[in-house]
């Protein structure tokens, strides 16, 4: 069946189909089968898509590695509603309990009590915070002698993983260094934070008041604190745990949203589906692929499966036996029990121990598995069967393949033989974000946030998009300079077109062509690029190429004289663009609705200044133009700058604007008044230029005749340009002075040397005896000076007696 829920794009006029060529098909690569399959919705009117995506698990603020998976996730998503047209069902769930949860929260609970235990910077906390020291170097930095202080951390800790910090592994057998080296060198930071602390408060009165002392030692406290009361909380008191999870749930949406990532159709959280969960795993047990031990938890019986005739890592069968992974699938909480069946069978049902909170159950109280939770929220929102599922590549092995594993296991009791049961069609795994090489990651707290991120500038929204759309999202996308680089270039080009559609729009009497050859050119090129970008959006929505069509189709553009296009060409190359990067979330929250829209935000002035800045633009074209063309009308300016000045009473918010242009006004007619040279209108022009409205995050770009100025905000590349030319005039500057400096000193020293009388000169301890005119005839030894030797300073000498016979005659004109 072929997927009937495209639509006409939004675009005009639409690109028509080459004659007899058929438009390729979506095509998605399938996680599954490892290769591109046709994508065909469930849906028998290939309308509706349902869509399950793997949500984040809140117990810390989402990380740029998190922004790598949700923004790409909702790239395709936007993809497929709003190019494709599928009617999607996009599901997404929250993890608000799990091992990390778990730990996390109670941790951080215990750490509260403590603080109201010690509120003061005194000695029972030193000695508390030192036995924490010591107990964190024991688990985690093995290697450091025991009985390592505050004092001689770094001395110890370095000589212990001197490998580790020249860049090796730990093994010292030549293999790379990975994540178990990353972990190292967390923990060595980690507990230097605490030594610091420590040192700074063990001798004399503390250097460093009490709160910032928990800051830099809360790492090695929190599990501290859980050591010693961990299990002697109240877990059914579930408030411990969800006030942490609430306030990261928000601050992950607020991030969200500020990376122009849209909201999950359905919303799920796991503690809200505790019923659910027990009857999903009741039921896998009836079908016998599960099987509960005494403690009261309940496993997943993978070689019951198996025999059943069905497959398990079907996604990643090459690390199915991978103990790390498995071990990481199972949580840092998890207990080791002899009665497993196999080591790979994976927790549907956790016997909650002291400490940890827990829900009535068949077995006694307990609390989900993670991977039993997607499975039941996705069943109880989609169905026995969903179009897609999706999340990020590290989440294939474990947490997908068991997923699959124990859905499939609960349906068979519907249709009796795995084969002719899929739960999910496609699977989709969104690429690592690397940086310098090295994995985003919480437990290895190598990360950036996203709002620490954005509140730097270390990106915009738009930016890391861009990104993320070059780099496609099954593949891992390490940020390099280059990387980043391309990405500005990308953007500026797409805002350099939009910034000349909207200036044809504005100024449609600007193009005159005298042909339509261009336009025809332009037109083409359109019509070409659509295709090419139909099939690229086809072949697993290869952003890549799509990037590269844009802008090749800009390129295009710029090729072409300004004026040879007609405004309708122009403004139909952009409109289409418009909808584009509008489609692929480049533009925040703009509306697909208005298809005469042109650009993206930022490409505007903002709205209280354009009824002033654009007349204000026009009167200084005129200035320029005439200042430039040799034939100044004074009276003609004065009366153009009193026309537009702007009236008296405006808009607060636009009052800066206002105030500029009435400025220049006042400046142009006092200059028309005195007739004044075109030099002197030309700096007037240049001052409202970089100055005036320059302060105003208002730039006007100088074209040549007969173009007038293009009105654009001052962004970040235009602000980079100017602090780069300022720069370099400033070194200018610099290599000016300091050449005049070594010339003024030359000067001097030739002129200190010239003061010297030339029967002066050689009368020094190196020479006994001299003729009438001070040259040397004896050296210090009383030894005749040879002729050659005599020679050479006998021309020295004559030198020295021009020199200063000049400047004897210069004192004298003084």
Partial sequence: MAATGRQQPLWHPPPPPVEGVQLPQLKIFNSLTRMKNDFVPLDPQGKKVTWYACGPTVYDDAHLGHARNYVSTDIIRRIMKDYFGFDLKFVMNITDVDDKIILRGRQQHLLERFKEKFPQLDRLLIDETESAFASYLRKNLPLVPKGTTAETYKTESDKAYQAVLDGKSLAGDGSPPGDKEAKIKMHMRTAASAAEALQLVSHGPPAIDVDTFYSKTEDILLPWVDLSGGTSIDASDHSIFTKLTKKFENRFFDDMRALNVLDPDVLTRVTEFGPEIVKFVEIIVKNGFGYATTDGSVYFDINAFEKNGNSYARLEPWNRNDQSLLADGEGALAKKTTEKRSDADFALWKASKPGEPAWPSPWGPGRPGWHIECSVMASETLGKVMDIHSGGIDLAFPHHDNELAQSEAY?????????????????????????????????????????????????????????????????????????????????????????????????????????????????????????????????????????????DLVTDFNSLPPQSLTPESVLTTARWITHIVTILGLDGNASLADANRIGWAGVEIPPQAQNIVYPLSELRDAVRAQARGGEIKHAELAKLAEQTRPGKTQPVDALPYAEAASQFADEVEKLAAAEAPAKDLLALCDRLRDTHLWNLDVYLEDREPPLGAMVRPVDAGLKAARAQKEEAARAKAEAREKREREEAEKKRLKEEAAKVDPREMFRTAEWSAWDGEGVPTKDAKGEEVNKSRRKKLVKEWERQKKAHDEWVKGQGKA
Wanted: charged share 25%; aromatic share 8%.
């Fill in 411 to 551: 349906w068979l009791g519907e249709t009796g033989c795995q084969h002719d049961h899929e739960w999910v069609k496609y699977f989709l795994h969104m690429g690592h974000l690397s940086i310098a090489g090295s994995k985003m990651s919480k437990s290895l707290k190598n990360f950036t946030t996203i709002r620490e991120a954005l509140a730097r500038g270390d990106w915009t929204p738009r930016a890391l998009r861009i990104v993320f759309l070059l780099g496609g999202w099954k593949e891992g996308v390490e940020i390099t300079d280059e990387l980043v680089r391309a990405g500005a270039a990308w953007e500026d080009k797409i805002t350099n077109f939009f910034l000349k559609a909207k200036d044809v729009e504005r100024n449609p009497s600007h193009t005159d062509p005298s042909s339509t050859t261009n336009d025809n050119s332009l037109l083409s090129s359109l019509s070409a690029k659509q295709t090419a970008l139909d099939g690229a959006l086809c072949d697993s929505f290869n952003t890549p190429t799509a990037m590269r069509i844009l802008s």
